[in-house]
């Protein structure tokens, strides 16, 4: 499948507000596959087909498939693509707007996504509303996306993102895709990423939302104080002092300096 000739033949311009980056070479798309290693026969929503690099041999290995993609001309190519297919469906639509209820309902499905790294932190989030749904997602993301994602307490990377993706999931980096993988090259490096729903996650669902704007306040501003980032939540002030001496934590600390269960911990007290 050579995909530069199928962008000449259908006059496709690649979209750098949708962040379209192709991903063009066979190779790299076996790989992607093999080291999803999906379940024979599963349920996959794949976000951000492009031209369906991953599509064809997915569909090949008798997945049933729901492609999610927001862009009109390859909207309609590649539903011309899998007309035939009865284990392909294709979804005209933008992610952030599609209700995975409606998808496979009832049914467990995979996420393989290769989306614009532009909406990486929405699509993420989006996934996490239906994980318990979803076995596994892979993304192929820019790299500095994944760092974020694996940082640990004190790296510069750490934060909301961070935080959130752990408290309920096990992260395993993959390897990188070279540039040369994709039309045009990305101006940064990518890398598979496998995310797995925790059975017993950190943080109990129902107080999932209010931890994620707990979480959000603390990070508000990162140069400034803890204390001061939980004062816009409307906390009074001597009440978060008391509250981290209980903990024997300085009123000076920033939040990027403690950890997961520390920060869950004060926020159940708060």
């Not at 962008?7 to 790989?31: C, R, T, V, W, Y």
């Not at 080291?35 to 997915?58: F, Q, R, T």
């Not at 892979?138 to 408290?167: H, K, M, N, P, T």
């Not at 001061?228 to 009074?236: E, I, T």
Request: net charge neutral.
């Amino acid at each position: 499948m050579n995909i530069k000739h199928i962008i000449d033949h259908l006059g496709i311009h690649p979209n750098k507000k949708l962040g379209q980056n192709f991903l063009i070479e066979e190779n790299a798309a076996k790989k992607i596959i093999e080291w999803a290693n999906l379940p024979k026969g599963c349920n996959v929503v794949e976000i951000g087909p492009g031209l369906g690099a991953l599509s064809h041999d997915l569909a090949e290995a008798g997945h049933k498939l729901c492609l999610i993609e927001i862009d009109n001309k390859i909207a309609k190519y590649i539903s011309l693509q899998f007309a035939t297919k009865e284990n392909v469906t294709v979804l005209h639509q933008d992610v952030l707007e599609v209700d995975f209820n409606t998808i496979f309902p009832g049914e467990p499905f995979y996420i393989v996504s290769n989306a614009p790294y532009s909406i990486s932190t929405p699509i993420i989030e989006k996934a996490l509303e239906v994980k318990e749904r979803v076995p596994q997602m892979v993304f192929l993301f820019q790299e500095e996306v994944i760092d974020r994602i694996c940082s640990q307490a004190g790296d510069d990377d750490y934060g909301r993102l961070s935080i959130w993706v752990q408290s309920q999931c096990d992260i395993e980096r993959g390897d990188r895709i070279a540039r040369d993988n994709f039309f045009p090259k990305p101006d940064v490096e990518s890398r598979l990423v496998r995310v797995t729903p925790s059975k017993n996650p950190l943080i109990p669902e129902q107080v999932r939302e209010k931890f994620l704007k707990f979480i959000g306040h603390c990070f508000r501003q990162r140069r400034k104080t803890l204390r001061n980032n939980l004062r816009s939540l409307g906390l009074d002030g001597e009440k978060i002092s008391a509250t981290l001496n209980s903990f024997d934590i300085s009123e000076s600390v920033r939040a990027e300096t403690l950890d997961m269960n520390t920060l869950y911990r004060l926020f159940q007290k708060l």
